[in-house]
């Protein structure tokens, strides 16, 4: 089945350490986004690549990252994570056209100690 | 902008009961409006959309009509079960291209 998939679904990382969360897709999606959601609140959305366009969010912090090596992969990079870092981060994609569907990892949940 | 309204919860449900979660939107134009749920300790997953005034989207018994008229998507079940229990978001997506906006969700548990 085509699908969005997270890893690792849990990730543990001390405070000020870098820490890179990855995000693979076999939908062939153009469209790629991270988001960051806590205690079941609205996902935040970080930044969004429109193929190898790349958007950051007016109040994404600095210390957030993202690289998209190609169609399939996304990563995001958390260069000196703080305890308000600890999250779920979500990876959707979609198709080019406006008002499409967005579809969703699992998430990676992290803890920062 | 563009906004999302949803009802707040928690809302507590006896299986079979029925459930209504209100939502509103503001936004230009004709944008696209959906419900995602969201099971414990997963992503975010379509339960229905809606692309155009007076479309009905409908999926595991849920549904949701698009009023241009009163700016709403409110999503219902005529008889929920233990299994529904999640969190729902109600979601706009601009008709021109640009960014989603989510509304805060409403978590649902339903009883046995």
């Known amino acids: 089945d085509a699908m969005v998939i997270q890893n690792p679904r849990y990730q543990v990382t001390q405070f000020g350490k870098p820490v890179t969360l990855s995000c693979s897709q076999t939908?062939?999606?153009?469209?790629m986004y991270w988001y960051q959601q806590k205690s079941s609140q609205a996902p935040k959305l970080l930044f969004h690549?429109?193929?190898?366009?790349?958007?950051n969010e007016a109040d994404t912090p600095d210390n957030f990252q993202s690289r998209r090596p190609n169609t399939s992969f996304c990563f995001l990079d958390i260069r000196s994570p703080g305890l308000g870092d600890a999250a779920m981060y979500l990876c959707?994609?979609?198709?080019?056209?406006?008002?499409?569907?967005?579809?969703f990892g699992p998430g990676t949940r992290l803890l920062v100690l | 902008g563009n906004s999302v309204t949803q009802m707040e919860g928690p809302v507590t449900l006896s299986e079979e009961a029925f459930l209504t979660i209100n939502c509103t939107y503001t936004?230009?134009?004709?944008?696209?409006l959906f419900w995602y749920v969201q099971y414990p300790g997963e992503g975010l997953q379509l339960l229905l959309k809606?692309?155009?005034?007076?479309d009905k989207g409908s999926n595991k018994g849920f549904e949701a009509t698009y009023r241009k008229e009163t700016t709403s998507f409110h999503l219902e079940k005529g008889s929920v079960q233990v299994s529904d229990s999640a969190v729902y978001f109600c979601?706009?997506?601009?008709?021109?291209?640009?960014?989603?906006?989510f509304g805060d969700g409403t978590t649902l548990t339903v009883k046995p």
């Open positions: 959707a994609t979609s198709g080019l056209a406006s008002q499409e569907t967005q579809y």
């Open positions: 939908l062939n999606h153009n469209v």
């Open positions: 690549y429109y193929d190898k366009d790349f958007n």
């Open positions: 936004a230009t134009g004709y944008p696209s």
């Open positions: 809606a692309t155009k005034a007076d």
């Open positions: 979601a706009l997506s601009p008709q021109s291209r640009g960014k989603s906006t």
